[in-house]
């Protein structure tokens, strides 16, 4: 998941935003639209939330998986 997490942290500011984070969607087949992913950083990064980190991504991708991963990606 940190692989994934870094490729799509573009610009590498630690956490991967709403268009970031709509790229790795596309790439996974999946076509969340625009309007949506305001809720998905809601839900997994807070309610102010900019972007997800990446804690909240492998959480993110634990729930699209069915795999619940352990570890901080340290």
Not at 34 to 44: D, N, P
Not at 57 to 72: E, I, P, R, Y
């Amino acid at each position: 998941v940190k692989a994934t997490f870094d490729k799509y942290d573009a610009d590498g500011s630690g956490d991967i935003d709403k268009d970031e984070l709509r790229s790795a969607f596309k790439d996974l087949g999946l076509d969340v639209p625009r309007s949506k992913m305001g809720a998905v950083l809601k839900r997994y990064g807070g309610n102010d939330c900019e972007g997800l980190t990446y804690d909240e991504f492998s959480a993110l991708v634990a729930d699209l998986t069915g795999h619940h991963q352990k570890g901080t990606g340290a």
